[in-house]
């Protein structure tokens, strides 16, 4: 078995001549075989995999059935596994979302927080109203998580809690991707109130390189997720979010979802490969130019960025009468 290759993600912030900030960057690339074949400082490192476990999370509701019932499609699925930017069409599917199973946006345990999106916040503020729980990021997963608990019969109160027949199959599933023994899965709690899970960065590498791989089967939960993604990368992220502009600029080549603290997990749907990338100090203008940096590397990526991609590669640093006075770029 040859040897994994050995990357340097690692970003810097720099201010005139001087490197002023070093983020380091860990990552594991998993092939179509299970085999890791590319990293970058320790995969072993254990860290909460956030909101890119989100495609796992929702499979439960596809395979039982009740997403086909409810008469639910791409949008809905879309959403599910977003990290959205509260703009007017995300708000407006997950108050859909709830109203097909007869519930509000109360009933949501994740708290509201200003859109993600430079165009949300655009829109909200114009309009004179308040953030709601529909603006959170994580209102799509939260509406899903309520209609998987609502069409099994099981309470709707404490959906998000650990002990929760909603939670405990979706660590079932994560368990079940990754390889990872159920029981050597941690939970804590997430930013949006439900469960998060953790476990080593190989096997949530891993378990996206076997989702590329079960995609490939269109009939699948994997399939049907990745076509969903591919195909409303807009109800992904957002306008300006970097997941959307990725898909779009690759044609749903690569799926990638974005994780609070620095952790970013990839599909690379045409080489079957997965990879995750944790930023150590949790910074994400240092994520998105790892993930860019590794998908280069792959091959997935060109070396000449398309302009939109390059923008989150290497950031002017700007100081506040708006002079260039550094960048934020990789190292290598």
Same mark, same amino acid.
């Given at each position: ?7 340097d993600l690692d970003v810097i912030a720099t201010r ?11 990552a594991a690339v998993v092939d179509s075989k299970d ?20 495609? &796992? ?37 997950? $108050? ?60 709707? &109160? ?8 909603? $939670? ?28 998060? &899970? ?5 096997? *949530? ?67 079957? *490969? ?59």
């Amino acid at each position: 078995m040859s040897t994994p290759h050995l990357l340097d993600l690692d970003v810097i912030a720099t201010r005139g001549d001087l490197i002023e900030s070093r983020h380091r960057v860990h990552a594991a690339v998993v092939d179509s075989k299970d085999v890791l074949v590319a990293h970058a400082r320790d995969t072993s490192m254990v860290t909460h995999w956030r909101s890119c476990a989100k495609p &796992f999370q929702v499979m439960p509701l596809l395979e039982s059935g009740d997403f086909d019932r409810l008469g639910w499609g791409d949008d809905q699925l879309a959403l599910a596994c977003a990290s959205h930017g509260g703009e007017p069409e995300h708000v407006a599917l997950a $108050q859909r979302m709830l109203h097909d199973i007869g519930m509000e946006e109360g009933d949501l345990a994740c708290g509201p927080h200003e859109p993600l999106a430079q165009r949300g916040q655009k829109v909200l503020r114009e309009s004179g109203e308040r953030p709601t729980r529909l603006h959170n990021n994580c209102s799509g997963k939260h509406a899903a998580m309520l209609a998987r608990a609502h069409e099994a019969g099981w309470p709707t &109160f404490g959906y998000e809690r650990a002990e929760h027949d909603v $939670q405990r199959a979706c660590h079932e599933e994560v368990a079940k991707w990754s390889g990872v023994p159920k029981e050597q899965v941690g939970r804590a709690v997430d930013g949006c109130g439900v469960v998060v &899970f953790t476990l080593p960065l190989e096997p *949530m590498a891993r378990a996206y390189a076997r989702f590329a791989a079960a995609a490939r089967d269109t009939q699948s939960a994997a399939g049907r997720i990745a076509h969903a993604m591919k195909t409303r990368p807009m109800l992904v992220g957002g306008t300006d979010r970097f997941d959307t502009l990725l898909i779009q600029e690759t044609q749903g080549r690569v799926i990638a979802k974005i994780g609070a603290e620095g952790i970013h997990s990839v599909a690379w749907l045409d080489g079957g *490969m997965g990879i995750t990338v944790k930023v150590e100090d949790g910074a994400q203008r240092a994520q998105f130019p790892a993930v860019l940096r590794v998908l280069q590397h792959l091959g997935a990526l060109p070396a000449l960025l398309p302009p939109k991609l390059e923008e989150f590669m290497r950031r002017p640093l700007r100081n506040t009468r708006n002079e260039t006075v550094g960048e934020v770029r990789p190292v290598a």
